[in-house]
T-cell receptor, first 114, second 112 residues
Framework: EPEVTQTPSHQVTQMGQEVILRCVPISNHLYFYWYRQILGQKVEFLVSFYNNEISEKSEIFDDQFSVERPDGSNFTLKIRSTKLEDSAMYFC????????????FGPGTRLTVL | KQEVTQIPAALSVPEGENLVLNCSFTDSAIYNLQWFRQDPGKGLTSLLLIQSSQREQTSGRLNASLDKSSGRSTLYIAASQPGDSATYLCAVRLQGYSTLTFGKGTMLLVSP
């Protein structure tokens, strides 16, 4: 069964450094998402992406964050200058048709900012 | 702003029991509702999706119901097993939006 994959599974970085989290959505899906989950808290929406542009973003997704689909398979989340409070599990998700279909989630990348 | 609440926060039952997990949401203008399972330190596995026009969905021992007007959904697990131990998350999608709003989850422990 097709699945969303994410790399790396765990990333440790120093405060102020840039990180790029990578995702490969399911191949025939058109809508892509990033969510995050701070330890012990709810899963929170960050951004959605369709047709090579951001379609929705939350107030969390400020100028420090950016997303890109550099080729036909990868979808990336970049954090420009990491802060301690960016430490969280970051999940990528995709679905075939937004609003009607099941969203499929990847296994997540645990980001630790020291 | 949509708020999603799940009760109870934690539940411990002996194997074989039938159980109900509850989810409530404040804005009834939803497009669909999705139940997920999350194992510790892992990703989210989709269990069931209910469209706003549906009343329930079933998959194996799982049955999810939706009462949109009252802003409630329940996940019924029949004949629970130790392998069902996980956190169960409810998430809703509002009409006109593609994103999901999550509850905090119910942590379920099924003991042998």
């Amino acid at each position: 069964e097709p699945e969303v994959t994410q790399t790396p599974s765990h990333q440790v970085t120093q405060m102020g450094q840039e990180v790029i989290l990578r995702c490969v959505p399911i191949s025939n899906h058109l809508y892509f998402y990033w969510y995050r989950q701070i330890l012990g808290q709810k899963v929170e929406f960050l951004v959605s992406f369709y047709n090579n542009e951001i379609s929705e973003k939350s107030e969390i997704f400020d100028d420090q964050f950016s997303v890109e689909r550099p080729d036909g398979s990868n979808f990336t989340l970049k954090i420009r200058s990491t802060k301690l409070e960016d430490s969280a599990m970051y999940f990528c998700a995709s679905d075939e048709r937004a609003g009607t279909d099941t969203q499929y989630f990847g296994p997540g990348t645990r980001l630790t900012v020291l | 702003k949509q708020e999603v609440t799940q009760i109870p926060a934690a539940l411990s039952v002996p194997e074989g029991e039938n159980l109900v997990l509850n989810c409530s949401f404040t804005d009834s203008a939803i497009y669909n509702l999705q139940w997920f399972r999350q194992d510790p330190g892992k990703g989210l596995t989709s269990l069931l999706l209910i469209q706003s026009s549906q009343r329930e969905q079933t998959s194996g021992r799982l049955n999810a119901s939706l009462d949109k007007s009252s802003g409630r959904s329940t996940l019924y697990i029949a004949a629970s097993q130790p392998g069902d131990s996980a956190t169960y998350l409810c998430a809703v999608r509002l009409q006109g939006y593609s994103t999901l709003t999550f509850g905090k989850g119910t942590m379920l422990l099924v003991s042998p």
